[in-house]
């Protein structure tokens, strides 16, 4: 069973047909191998608006039931929202059993204090944060408060039990500092293989560093960069399985 | 059905370690992935201020693999005496074509350098390749600022060098450029390597394929920098004919290098 642990949904658009964009991603799906797609839903302007991240997470819950059985979902919130994110947390996973986590992206470090209420709140209802992240020598101006493997580990400190998934190894930045800052973090904390950038050896990097146990499969929608690198990366029989599958059936407390 | 690389490196690379980056190894890296041959650069040439030694450490790394390793020099215009590494390149090394690096060597794509190589290559008869990027540049090291290079300028140099063959590796968002746009207009001397070419939803690949015709697109990995997983996933998805395929795999890069 392989579950792409970090993927997004874009309907239902305006058209004839709101659901094609997402199809084609099912279609991709199919070609590669991929069962289940963990999508959020992040087609708002951000910093996000709580009215934002609402209409987000209302069509992600619609693509769930559009695509029951090959969609499971993340509720996208801006934490600075704190009632509102708090609210929209508990009505998505009440909504649909199918949405399983919170996603946040870069409205704040994760280490930001402003976000602890999320992370007691995902804590509460045992269910896993993938955090979108990076860390990059350039461009940093564009995402200023994205957060990294640093941010990360320093939450776990404090919140040990949080579950939490670093997003896209795979996503731009520098891997292997992104591998080595997670090092230390909690046995709770992974990191998704996703991204766009294939370098030879950063799965096998990720292994030797953090181990196979807290490694999630993923393409955040590079689908043959996600699918092809897991394709090609040495690693046993068993690794391989935990990291298609395993690894995230177990944090979210499901079977195969 | 044959698979010729046109995207592939030895020797070591300045921002972090490379594995597989010894020419028995890389061939083995090919014999797993089932492909025959590949066009190979060196990496430490790139960032050598001297890229002729880089060259040099080339030829006698493949020096037992001359039947699947087909070698390009990296040419800097900037430096003293190119030339002359232009010439050894191709006669002494047997190059088959060259690879600039602009975004490295501190000139522009249509700076009267890169016009003044490319015209020399074309008198040599020597293919030369441009990368759109070696590296994701948001991964860029800290002493180093290299961006993409517009593919738009590498379009307008092309044009002007009508009788060279340009391979541009490592390309993406071609459907925006003049690539594509000017299709019709441009000379046909410009040849594609897919590595970074989507073959979903974005569906770039086909673009390639129907606008500038199969014959124009090349298969390559970028092994052993990247993995040579996904453009093999691309070449198996993509939407085009047994027929195109072979040609992508294989038969246009030999057909344009002589091989």
Known sequence: ?256 | MMIFDSNAYLGHWFARQIRHNTAPELVALMDENGIDKACVGSLAAIMYRNSQRGNEELLREIADHRDRLVPFGVINPAYADWEHDLDWCLNEMGAKGIRMYPQYHGYKVLDPLAHELCQACGERGLAVTLLHRQVDYRQSHWMVDAPDLALDDIAQLCSEHPDVNFIILEGAGFAGSRFIKEAETLPGNSYIEISRSSVFMGKEMKTLIDTLGAERVLFGTGIPMKYPGPALLKMQHVETSKQNKKKIFGENLAKLLGV
């Open chain 1, 1 to 256: 069973m392989l579950i792409d642990a970090h993927a997004h949904c874009r309907g239902p658009l305006e058209g004839d047909d709101p659901w094609a964009q997402d199809r084609l991603f099912v279609e991709a799906m199919d070609a590669v191998g991929i069962d289940i797609a963990v999508v959020s839903n992040l087609s708002t302007p951000r910093p996000a608006t709580p009215e934002g991240f609402q209409k987000c997470n209302r069509d992600m819950l619609s693509a769930l039931k559009e695509f029951r059985g090959r969609f499971w979902g993340y509720a996208y919130v801006n934490s600075g929202y704190t009632k509102e994110a708090l609210a929209d947390i508990e009505r998505c996973l009440e909504a649909d059993e199918d949405c399983i986590g919170v996603k946040l992206y870069n409205e704040y470090f994760i280490s930001d204090p402003v976000v602890r209420p999320v992370i007691e709140k995902c804590i509460e209802l045992d269910v896993p944060i993938l955090q979108h992240a990076g860390h990059s020598q350039v461009n940093t101006s564009s995402q200023p408060f994205i957060s990294d493997g640093g941010h990360v580990t320093k939450v776990s400190r404090e919140y040990p039990e949080a579950k939490i998934i670093c997003g896209h190894l795979g996503g731009g930045g520098d891997w292997e500092w992104a591998i080595k800052a997670l090092r230390d973090s909690s046995p709770s904390v992974g990191a998704d293989t996703s991204g766009s950038v294939t370098d030879e050896g950063l799965i096998e990097y990720a292994i030797e560093v953090m181990g196979a146990d807290r490694l999630y499969f993923a393409c955040d929608m590079s689908v043959t960069a996600g699918a092809g690198k897991f394709m090609s990366a040495k690693m046993s029989d068993d690794d391989r399985g935990k990291i298609a599958s395993g690894n995230f059936l177990r944090l979210v407390g499901r079977e195969a």
